[in-house]
């Protein structure tokens, strides 16, 4: 119980500190500036209390009072229900409006009346008064209030476009470096695959047995599909994300297309690290053949994996949906690829499938990177590297032409990252229209 | 720059309130509309005070079971002063906060009028930070974003707003995040107000600002005054 009550009182001393503060510092921000500081609370402390200058008091969607807070005691001792001494005042007036409280006397319509009331008795001189008394007699012409409704003219960006995009870049650069989530994990993840890929696979090219054929297949197939897939452990991290810059895009600070070219950019040394630690290792393990190929193939893969994710982030309320939503696509991506089904065994109208997946340029680019030009093995089956591409019926595939794919396939996912962020932009722009003062 | 602002959602009643669009100018002389907005500053004079003139915040729902969120109100936010917008839990509190700053979450409709003054900044409840930054380099990170030069007047001020908040003894402590210890809630809660009034918006809005452990300080000292 004593240590119960060490902790509560250290605890209370902290937060203590950061609510006064908190609380000085925006009492200071506002006096005598002409800024104005709007909060939300739901029951301050006697002492934040204290520090308040104007209270609008809600309850059930209703104005119980508004004004400033020396009068809130006046009107609710009018009412009958004066603060006792020595209670939090606060704790007081929310209890008394709150009619789901057990010991309350009056019911929310009964207050929004007795301020009301209270109101009308107050003096001409009054602010609120005088406010409240012209919007029910004031009158404007309709087509004078039409004509007035311009577009709007909220700031959308306050430094300049490029040094936002330079400053963001920077950002998500060390954010990279720095949060270990983004990618050391994956630098983990990858280096300890490709190792057992070695491992399992150690000097694959020297041998020229049918099996040897088989496992080239299949760890081609393993390196596009699950090396993509891991990249959904980057989802969470960008979920993270979306909610600072919501909070940015909100206050104005840039245009959220600024936020996705410099995600854009600060992700590629990520992606490029990756493929040249999975190269690298499984490469001078395996000897599997043209590194130069391999690595181009399995960035620009990454690349496209890397927009997904960033893609699913905008679009997904939470990560975990944002996970099984990617782990979805990619198994439908993986069943569509080639691999295990080939181009001519589809159904006929579902053909165009094979062509959206980008594992399917990438798994058929790293076949014909394994297995184009005059390779032999000891086998019935495929005698040839070209026998292996007449199976899969990938012999007449252009590697550059792959690449080229699957590098206009990370721009396309970018833009469509783009263009949801947009929308999602004008959405909340459209209920911000400006009408100008005269 | 005098900047009033219409509130109205997308989906919107469509015989009585039809939908605003920013780009396409609104003829409200077509539409029959029980009650036209009003600007209050301009008929009062009342340049220094902002307002929302609330006409309705309704949940968009075929029930008729308390769809109401906000009923008509008009309420005042005079300058230089700390508004405290308060109410027991479920009394839409941060309603009127998104009303104002145009964020009203989707199947929402909505109509009034605000008028504020100058640029807005918002501090949302939950510290949306990055962990490796320091609180030094956070608030120079931002201070570049805003555009502001790097000069030592620029440099002093960002100090300034950290001694302000009781910060200077962290300035070098980073955010902090999963995998490293850094700030507290507390602290964390003053580098976000920090960030926000380094480009010193005219209307600062902040959702519970001393929320989370506070709440636990609140009902300690009630406990105490009782």
């Not at chain 1, 760890?219 to 897939?229: G, I, P």
């Not at chain 1, 000891?378 to 590697?399: H, K, W």
């Not at chain 2, 109410?87 to 109509?111: M, Y």
């Amino acid at each position: 119980m004593c240590h119960s009550l060490l902790l509560l009182l250290i605890l209370t001393g902290l937060d203590a500190e950061s609510a006064y503060q908190v609380m000085k510092f925006l009492a200071k921000y506002a006096e005598g500036s002409g800024r104005r500081v709007i909060i939300t609370i739901h029951q301050p402390s006697s002492f934040v209390w204290r520090m308040l200058h104007n209270i609008v008091l809600l309850s059930k969607g209703k104005l119980m009072y508004q004004g400033p807070r020396s009068k809130i005691e006046p009107f609710f001792a009018k009412n009958g229900f004066p603060c006792p001494k020595k209670f939090n005042p606060a704790d007081h007036y929310v209890s008394l409006v709150n009619d789901e409280f057990v010991l309350h006397e009056k019911s929310v319509d009964e207050w929004a009346e007795a301020f009301e009331e209270w109101q009308e008795d107050q003096t001409q001189n009054d602010d609120l008064q005088s406010a409240i008394v012209v919007s029910s007699s004031f009158q404007q012409s309709p087509s004078e209030a039409g004509t007035r409704i311009l577009t709007t003219v909220l700031p959308s960006s306050r430094g300049r476009v490029h040094v936002v995009l330079f400053e963001l870049t920077r950002r998500y650069l060390w954010n990279l470096i720095c949060n270990p989530g983004i990618l050391g994990t994956r630098v983990v993840m990858y280096s300890m695959l490709s190792l057992m890929i070695g491992i399992l696979f150690f000097d694959l090219e020297d041998s020229t047995s049918h099996a040897s054929v088989m496992s080239r297949i299949a760890l081609l197939f393993y390196s596009v599909a699950f090396f993509v897939f891991m990249s959904v452990a980057a989802l969470p991290f960008a979920v993270i994300e979306r909610g600072i810059v919501e909070k940015e895009v909100r206050n104005g600070y840039y245009h959220p297309a600024c936020f996705q070219f410099a995600q854009a950019i600060a992700s590629v040394p990520g992606t490029f690290l990756l493929a040249i630690l999975t190269t690298s290792i499984t490469l001078a393990m395996t000897d599997l053949r043209n590194f130069r190929a391999y690595f181009i193939n399995m960035f620009l893969a990454l690349n496209c994996a890397e927009a997904l994710a960033q893609l699913a982030s905008h679009m997904v309320p939470h990560f975990i949906i944002g996970i099984a939503l990617i782990a979805g696509v990619y198994g439908m991506f993986m069943l569509l690829q080639g691999f295990m089904l080939v181009p001519s065994e589809f159904p006929s109208w579902l053909k165009w499938l094979h062509y959206v997946p980008f594992h399917t340029y990438s798994w058929r680019s790293f076949m014909v990177n394994e297995f184009g030009g005059d390779v032999h093995f000891d086998s019935a089956q495929f005698p040839t590297g070209e026998a292996v591409l007449d199976q899969y019926e990938i012999s007449n595939v252009n590697q550059t032409t792959d690449m080229l794919i699957l590098l206009g396939y990370g721009l396309f996912i970018h833009f469509l990252s783009f263009a949801v962020l947009h929308l999602k932009f004008i959405r909340h722009k459209r209920n911000q229209v400006t009408i100008e003062g005269p | 720059m005098l900047q009033t602002v219409v509130v109205q959602t997308e989906k919107d009643r469509p015989a009585l309130y039809p939908t605003m669009n920013s780009s396409t100018p609104v003829n409200l002389g077509d539409i029959e509309t029980p009650e036209q907005p009003i600007n209050l500053a301009e008929s009062t004079g009342m340049k220094g005070n902002a307002f929302a003139q609330v006409d309705y915040v309704e949940v968009q729902t075929k029930k008729e079971e308390n769809p109401v969120l906000l009923h008509p109100m008009t309420v005042l936010f005079p300058e230089s002063k700390v508004t405290a917008i308060m109410g027991p839990s479920g009394s839409g509190k941060s309603t009127p906060l998104n009303f104002v700053t145009g964020t009203l979450e989707s199947g929402l409709t909505a109509k009034g009028m605000v008028k504020l003054s100058g640029r807005m900044g918002f501090v949302p409840q939950d510290d949306r930070l990055h962990g490796f930054y320091t609180c030094r380099s956070y608030v120079e990170h931002y201070s570049r974003l805003t555009g502001a030069k790097d000069n030592f007047a620029n440099a002093k001020h960002s100090m300034d707003l950290l001694v302000g908040l009781g910060m200077d003894s962290h300035s070098d402590t980073i955010v902090g995040d999963m995998f490293r210890k850094g700030l507290s809630g507390g602290q964390k809660r003053r580098l976000s107000i920090a960030l926000e009034a380094l480009s010193s918006p005219e209307t600062l809005f902040l959702d519970e600002p001393t929320s989370g452990k506070i709440l636990f300080l609140s009902r300690s000292r009630n406990l105490f005054m009782i």
